[in-house]
């Protein structure tokens, strides 16, 4: 495989993003499309179709091609772990035989929702999902995008070792009427298992009947959940190869679907199988997610930019930035190709984000007169979530497409306090509507963005590694083992004695 020629596209020219649009009466047809009821404007970043056409070529030379094949044929491309990487087929888009166990899966899960809701495990009414990281933030997405219209149980999803979050949940809820989801793909997360027991002890000191007969197991490890003590029955399985920042497609999403309805949950999955077969299907000129790995890549590698900030112009969306937080850095943030070696070059971008208008009164002052170089993305949604007067959401709106525009435009001024520098680049991500479908293809559309970045890096997005090392620390630290550095050892003392 020939090496990556960055070349072409570091030594391309720097119009502005005004002259950009200037010299291009196409520009905005040739740069934003509409995807599975999204509409992707890539118009106000510098890509041009000759930028694209490069990017195009450097992911030929990065064997792209072959790369997303073997992630949808549920080859090992987490090469560190051994490991396919079988999001996809969770919604019915990878190699036949992982599609038939994801669909497994899925109806076992629909049938204890089923007997759930026949009252077999009590008149419930409250679900305590606890997971952390990818156990958590994406069910918790899914439930705080769409469940602003009503939900059919209360759901309170606790991540944080910290009392503080279990007690605050435990508040709200009457344990007689309550099921307890323990969502860990590995089964063995302490944060997530002291949680557990402390919610069993909640269940027992309220006098319920058989605690660990409430208890829901959401796990890729289903030995270490009997182990601990869940029946066989109650527990609801997915693969090893579904990684955990890619799994609320899987039974991982069991609060959203209980919350939301089986139906909903279908039409997420069939959203993101929309966006799947894009992503598999579409020229890299009109391919959503190759686009923003683009752009991405772009700023990152030529431009210098070190983080990019997403912005959600929807309350519903709130979350959005922390899921992409994990997705993004988690799976890019490595200094090492898959085989090893040193990159030697920035790796992803930091994402960090907030929702707007908020942000706008709080941190967009850096954005559009700081020194550092922010692509930003703006997130909004046509169809607003309120049934108050059309001004919110039209304000709302307005704003974060004035953003956009101030961002590009910028506004010369003979006092450099009041002067704007322009040429700063965003995206805007518009959706139709936010129902489940949109929200599958979107997630969809970020996981791929991931992966194409990664590609072209040549980095491996399914590992986790460098989460390990505090972990075993901490570890350590709770068996007595004090020995670490002075600073270390005088705050445990200081902090627990
Ligand atoms: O689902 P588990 O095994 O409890 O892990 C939770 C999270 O912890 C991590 O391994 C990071 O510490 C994430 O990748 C994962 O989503």
């Known amino acids: 495989m020939p090496v990556p020629d960055w070349s072409p596209i570091e030594s391309a020219p720097r119009p502005t993003l005004t002259e950009l649009f200037a010299a291009d009466d196409n520009r905005l047809a040739a ?25 195009a070529t450097l992911a030929e030379q990065a064997g792209f091609a072959d790369k ?15 490991r396919a990487a079988e999001h996809t087929a969770e919604r019915g888009e990878g190699a036949a035989a992982s599609v038939d166990r994801a669909r497994a899966q899925h109806q076992r899960m629909r049938a204890v929702i089923d007997a759930i809701e026949a009252e077999a495990f009590g008149p419930i009414r409250h679900v305590l999902h606890i997971g952390i990281g990818g156990s958590a933030l994406g069910p918790e997405l899914l439930v705080s995008a ?11 999803i606790v991540s944080n070792v910290d009392g503080v979050a279990l007690e605050t949940a435990l508040d709200q809820f009457d344990p007689e009427a309550t099921l307890i989801a323990v969502a860990s793909k ?32 959401l796990t890729a490890n289903p030995e270490k959940a009997v182990e601990w003590g869940v029946d066989e029955t ?12 890619y799994s609320l497609w899987s039974s991982i999403g069991f609060p ?12 997420l999955l069939e959203g993101a199988a929309a966006m799947d077969r894009h992503f598999r299907l579409t020229e890299p000129t009109g391919n959503v997610a190759m686009l923003a790995a683009f752009a991405d890549l772009y700023y990152t590698q030529v431009r210098g930019a070190e983080t990019r900030g997403v912005f959600a112009y ?31 070059r920035p790796s992803a971008a930091i994402t960090w984000g907030g929702v707007g208008t908020d942000a706008q009164h709080a941190v967009f002052q850096l954005l559009h007169q700081g020194t550092h170089l922010v692509p930003v993305e703006f997130v909004a949604v046509r169809e607003g979530g309120d049934a108050l007067s059309e001004a919110h959401h039209r304000q709302l ?67 986790q590694f460098g989460v390990e090392l505090g972990k075993e620390m901490a570890k350590a630290a709770d068996a007595g083992d004090l020995d670490f550095d002075a600073s270390t050892n005088e705050l445990i003392r200081l902090a627990l004695g």
Request: without cysteine.
């Open 31 to 55: 740069l934003a499309h509409d995807v599975a009821g999204i509409q992707f404007d890539f118009a106000k970043t510098h890509l041009t179709p000759d930028l694209v056409s490069a990017f």
């Open 314 to 344: 929807d309350e519903r969306l709130a979350l959005l930035p922390s899921y992409l937080q994990q997705l993004e850095m988690e799976s890019n943030g490595k200094s090492v190709t898959a085989e090893g070696a040193p990159l030697g």
């Open 146 to 156: 769409l469940g602003h219209e009503g939900m059919r149980y209360d759901v309170a």
């Open 397 to 463: 709106l307005l704003n974060a497409f004035a953003q956009g525009a101030a961002l590009m435009a910028g506004k010369p001024h003979e006092d450099g306090a009041r002067a704007y520098p322009g040429n700063r680049p965003s995206t805007t991500l518009l959706l139709d509507t936010l129902d489940a479908r949109t929200l599958g293809a979107l997630i969809a559309f970020y996981e791929h963005r991931t992966f194409t970045n990664a590609a072209l890096l040549g980095i491996n997005p399914f590992d």
């Open 234 to 245: 109650r527990i609801l399985p997915f693969s090893d190869s579904v990684g955990g920042r």
């Open 186 to 217: 590995t089964f063995t997360t302490t944060e997530t298992m002291l949680n557990a027991e402390s919610a069993l002890g909640w269940l027992a000191e309220a006098g319920v009947d058989d605690p660990y007969g409430r208890v829901i197991a």
């Open 256 to 267: 959203a679907a209980m919350a939301l309805g089986w139906d909903a949950f279908e039409e």
């Open 68 to 82: 997303r094949a073997a992630l949808f044929g549920g080859e090992a491309v987490n090469v560190t772990e051994g």
